[in-house]
């Protein structure tokens, strides 16, 4: 059931939930943490509306800074900001910005611990008609791999901004997850989040015995597959929101696996290198656990609406419960 | 900054010889590094740390000091050579250059060396470090100046144009671009490789004041970035035209210096040499 602490939304199972995109949280969240610290700045790359960065821009344009269609300009200029007592967050798609820029991040922002906090837009295949180029499924693996860089996907809107926010008061590079299409809102205003604490969102009546972890708006769809294996499989399951990809929340993850025995990681990414990598070099090094991962097999999307994506690539409820059931036949 | 008496040129000049000679011995016991460029650049780090910059070696973190950002890393022998001399840290320590645990990694960075800037080596992203550190000092209506070094070769870089044009948007007058222009790469002359020219009029054509000078005479490179103090209205650029290897005749505008360090023989006759050019300099 249900983890009533965390005050979900008393709607998240009708069909009439809010759905709002996660970048909208992100935009909000930006305009907050601006009006409490005036060393806050924003730098684009010619997407201001689709980044959300245009509230900030109206409210602040003397700390908004246009850099034009130059990613790798934007991620440079952001360090020496940094450097010099600035909070600068930068935003564009993801397959651009963490994307091109990847070695200006790596060095001028991670290695130089830069103040800066990079919102990668419209991440994950659910982009949708606009195919694999815009289409980042790499990103949360390359900026978790760099020395310095926190990484943080988050669930649905309230929670982006709330990770936004966060984000501003973090001292050192972030890089915030964010997607475009309008998703479940199923967290609260009074849901508790804390980077790199992960939360349990579902745990069942019937003893656990498959742990899914997963991070972003896909968690939503673990969330139906936990209700629907609970209701018509009678399989127990703990899901839990690993918002936070670094640094990850090992003792919540270790204690989960070591009860259900068994994993299922879900992410809007490669199975390669993002949460389910992360998840299973802990497990591997600490608790050898039967695992499946739940993401792009190692192959890229293509143009289609957002839910017919997910069904194909093997993202949504029945695909989750699927995997599921394949861990617990390993077991 | 003060105007320059003859005898203070001369002072430079004389300090700058004994800089080459420390980059030569530096680079001897490290065994590996950059030799063309940092004898390239000698003559204006020195104008820059004795006689340009607002600093103080005992406070690195002064707030109000000049930045100096290094875009091309791998001329950091001279930089460390050049603070070493000004006070930032003892001479000795130049001989831990590229060893373990050494404050002077093999090019340069931030965390670890009070004084540094920022952290460099992969080309062509100084300059627009240095456009976000003069953007911020801009908002904070502070007075020091920020001034980049850039290489000649790291134009051939996408992300060095990238920032060429916002500074020229942003009109930031409170920041000088020096490029090294010894028409040098790794893999030969720069108008071979992927030629530059005409870079005057390229930097004019994205808003930039440029001017122009002889790098290895103290005198006009100063009176240059007095000039650039005095443009107000947009970004400026000095091409200093320079000699890779310059004082070691042997490594003098030859390419293969670029990137390897002398022999202890051969750094014998190079400090021969410079020896004897500080002598013929006088008092």
Redesign the interface.
Known sequence: MLNKKLEPNKKIFSDDIEQVPTRNGFGEGLVLAARKNKNVVGLCADLTESTRMDAFAKEFPERFFQVGVAEQNMATVAAGLGISGKVPFIASYATFSPGRNWEQIRTTISYNNSNVKIAGHHAGISVGPDGATHQAIEDIATMRVMANMRVIVPADAIEARKATMAAASIVGPVYLRLGREKTPVFTTEKTPFVPGRAEILWQSKKKPTVAIIGCGPLLYNALLAARDLEQEEGIGSIVINSHTIKPLDEKTILAAAKKCGAVVTVEEHSVLGGLGGAVAELLAKKLPTPMEFIGMQDTFGESGSPSELLAKYKMDAPAIIAAVKHVLRRI | MRSLHKSKIRELERKANEIRQDIIETLVEAGSGHTAGPLGMTDIFTAFYFHILAHDPKKPEWDGRDRLILSNGHICPVQYVTMAHAGYFPRKELLTLRKLGSRLQGHP???VLPGI??????LG?GL??????????R??NQKHRIYCLTSDGEHQE??YW??V??AGK?RLHNLTAVVDRNNIQIDGFTEDILPLEPLRAKYEAFNWHVLEVDGHNIGAFIAAVNEAHAIYEKPTVIIAHTIPGKGVDFMENDYTWHGKPPKAEEAEVALRELREALGKLGN
């Open positions: 960075h931030r965390s800037e920022t952290t460099s080596g992969p992203s627009s470090q240095a456009a976000g550190m003069a953007l911020a000092a908002m904070d996408g992300n990238e920032a044009m916002f942003e």
